[in-house]
């Protein structure tokens, strides 16, 4: 089969056809090899969502003997009182080691940096699951891993239940009644509106993870019918694809009562940026909805929470959530989290930088090791991206503006997806069976992936360079770079240079930039890596200033249903190659459109069969125009310390959501045998909002 670029555009076939013979001489598509065998070890015990959990009263509750004290004290609310109505009750049936007990801590290690404590307008705290652990949203998805296929839909969480209109347009979501923040006040629909209305809406505002109005679907509307229900309304009938989209990290509400004031809406002369900025890492004590509250910050060295006392989710006992009193931070640097969690200095890690995983193997083979190791399906994957906006999205200069222009034709993409050694890309990060081949677009071995519908162009230095001179790009000053042809704008002539962008925080990262930046030299191209710290990489690349990026892919290249808006630009701010300029609007090129209406097809139906079709064509439509250039595909492994109980058999670190939220938790816990004296403030509780720290009785 040769390669003819606008094949599924159907009107835009004719156009097509002086390409398809072209380029016929030059480079063809060829057989795309299997992935080496690779076993995941641990399989999932597949269960119904009833099976995990229920909303329902209890008719005792109980806490850690220390926070009781703080209700004989009179300091605290009775347990009974700060739970909600009807809490969400975790099955001990379901939980691998059962009712927990209270006590220890969780010790984390992460490379990021906390830049403040409001994520609704955009701030990270560190990632590593800090955030995922602070945030409840109205429905989850990370324990689906675990769900049984037929009963796959998102799980309740704030949004204990919904249901449809008879003509599927509104979907009336009943929120959990009675939960509390953690400082005691209310949580109702004015949260879910604030967020909505203050964040999301409005167009200064880019909340954590990036939700836009176009995240729930172009169109949608949302309102408030009273403080425990919400109600949505869609321009497609039934689009319960959208439910996914409530689940981290794109609807987790922030406390209204502590954000809105310092919404520039609501005080006078603020800035957004001040908005954003006003819950700097040092402010302690932000209300949350979680299970552990920010109570103490060292820069560079540590964020300590602490139990959360008002949580909403007990077990089917009674036992107040979550059994972990503690949760630290070690702020340090991503490779170190797979050395701390492997030597038992730490507790946690996704081993996902695949640099490391010979010597993480290696130590965690002793049967004496302090943690396990177990890997998982090949779900982590890197992509080489072209900004593919033409229409000014980050204020290009002319040399940008002309990257741009190659990055918008076909020829070029083949070119540069053909000049990559794949399998000498992968055998640089780790050799042995981990890396595959990877052409980009969906991973294989993921439910909706099809090879059949999966177009590789295999490493072809010669037919790559001979495709860049057809579309005018040689080597005309013998410098061994190709030059611009003399008529482009501006750069005429000069040497063809292209930025990559990539994150200084993972060596992975880096080493992949680097690898493009060698092969890209044997084509003829200068590529200039920016490498920058996660949160300036992140910043740079929402704000459209890069030529390519080198990103690990999200969820949605995995499991299709989390953060399937994300699969093309379905909405002016949701691609993170293809945003709109500064008249707010995209430039799709027609197979960018075509793969928008299969993603839009695929949200409007719940049809097993035509999702399946439609995902084929998505696959075709994105490998054979090369949207992202695919660079490696590799399983990662899971490490946790022995003490802990309750990790779920069979726990990816990625696939709806990390690991940090697919393990629950919530529940996990230390056996009493097992407890070390890790916790940094024993007996305190959280304070008040802002105040300096926890507090003791
Ligand atoms: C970072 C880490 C991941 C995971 C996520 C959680 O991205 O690299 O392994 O911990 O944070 O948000």
Redesign the pocket.
């Known amino acids: 089969m040769k390669r003819h670029v606008f094949a599924l555009t159907g009107a835009s076939l004719l156009l097509g056809v002086s390409v398809i013979a072209a380029q016929a001489q030059t480079i063809s598509p060829g057989e795309l090899p299997d992935p080496p065998k690779f076993d995941a070890q641990g399989t999932p015990n597949f269960v119904g969502m009833a099976d995990i959990f229920e909303y329902k009263a209890l008719p005792a509750y109980s806490e850690p003997d220390f926070v009781k004290a703080f209700v004989d004290a009179g300091k605290l609310p009775p347990v009974a009182e700060r739970l909600p109505k009807e809490p969400m009750v975790f099955k001990a049936s379901n939980m691998p080691d059962g009712i927990g007990v209270y006590g220890d801590v969780m010790r984390h290690v992460?490379?990021?940096r906390p830049e403040g404590w409001n994520y609704t307008a955009g701030q990270s705290q560190g990632?590593?699951?800090i955030?995922?652990g602070m945030s409840e949203c109205l429905t989850r998805t990370g324990p689906l891993f675990t769900v049984k296929a037929e009963e796959l839909a998102p799980m309740p969480n704030l949004a204990k239940s919904w249901e449809w209109s008879e003509d599927g347009h509104k979907l009336t979501m009943h929120l959990i009644e009675g939960a509390k923040w953690s400082d005691g006040v209310p949580f109702t629909t004015k949260d879910a509106m604030f967020y909505w209305e203050k964040n999301v809406l409005d167009p200064n505002v880019s909340p954590l993870n990036g939700a836009t109005p176009e995240t729930f679907g172009e169109g949608t509307t949302l309102e408030a019918t009273d403080d425990y229900t919400l109600v949505w309304t869609f321009k497609d009938a039934f689009p319960a694809q959208y439910i996914y989209q409530m689940a981290y990290g794109t609807f987790c509400p922030g406390p209204a009562h502590i954000l809105a004031p310092e919404h520039p809406d609501n005080k006078a002369g603020q800035t957004y940026d001040q908005y954003k900025n006003a819950f700097p890492p040092e402010y302690m004590n932000i209300p949350v909805m979680g299970a552990w509250v920010p109570v103490e910050y060292r820069a560079d060295d540590i964020v300590v929470l602490r139990r959360n006392p008002y949580y909403w989710k007990v077990d089917d006992q009674g036992n107040q959530l979550p059994y972990l009193n503690e949760m630290h931070y070690r702020l340090s640097t991503?490779a170190d989290r797979d050395v701390q969690a492997v030597a038992g200095t730490g507790d946690f890690s996704?081993l996902?930088q695949a640099e490391s995983y010979v010597e993480a193997l290696k130590r965690s083979a002793d049967a004496a090791a302090p943690a396990r190791l177990a890997f998982g399906a090949r779900t982590i994957g890197y992509t080489l991206y072209p900004n593919l906006s033409g229409n000014g999205w980050g204020e290009p200069d002319a040399r940008a503006q002309a990257v741009r222009e190659l990055n918008r034709n076909a020829d070029f993409r083949v070119a540069v997806t053909s000049a990559i050694d794949r399998q000498a890309l992968g055998e640089s990060l780790v050799k042995g069976p981990f890396t595959a081949i990877y052409p980009g677009g969906l991973y294989a071995g993921t439910t909706y992936y099809d090879k059949g519908s999966t177009v590789y162009y295999p490493y072809n230095l010669d037919g790559a360079k001979a495709l860049l001179a057809k579309i005018g790009l040689t080597d005309t000053d013998g410098n061994g770079i190709v030059n611009f042809p003399a008529e482009t704008p501006g750069v005429g002539g000069k040497d063809v240079e292209i930025t990559v962008l990539a994150n200084a925080d993972?060596q992975t990262d880096k080493s992949l930039a680097e690898g493009v930046v060698a092969q890209m030299e044997k084509l003829g191209i200068r590529v200039i890596p920016n490498i920058l710290t996660g949160t300036q990489r992140d910043a740079t690349e929402q704000s459209g200033k890069f030529d390519w990026t080198v990103r690990?892919n999200g969820s949605e290249l995995i499991s299709v249903v989390q953060g399937t808006v994300a699969l093309a630009p379905t909405g002016p701010r949701i691609s993170a190659h293809h945003r709109a300029g500064a008249n707010d609007q995209l430039d799709l090129l027609p197979w960018e459109q075509a793969m928008v209406d299969v993603v839009n097809k695929f949200i409007a139906t719940n049809d097993a069969a035509e999702r399946v079709e439609l995902m084929k064509q998505y696959q075709k439509l994105y490998t054979e125009n090369v949207n992202g250039i695919g660079l490696t595909q590799y399983p990662?492994a899971l490490i946790i310390n022995k003490r802990f109980a309750n990790i779920p058999a069979g726990a990816p670190?990625?696939m709806f959501n990390?690991?940090?939220d697919n393990i629950i938790r919530e529940r996990v816990f230390v056996p009493a045998d097992k407890q070390q004296n890790y916790e940094l403030h024993p007996n305190t509780l959280p304070g008040a909002p802002g105040s300096a720290g926890p507090v003791a009785l």
């Open positions: 992460i490379g990021g990632w590593g699951g955030d995922i991503w996704n996902e993972y690990r990662g670190i990625f990390w690991a940090e």
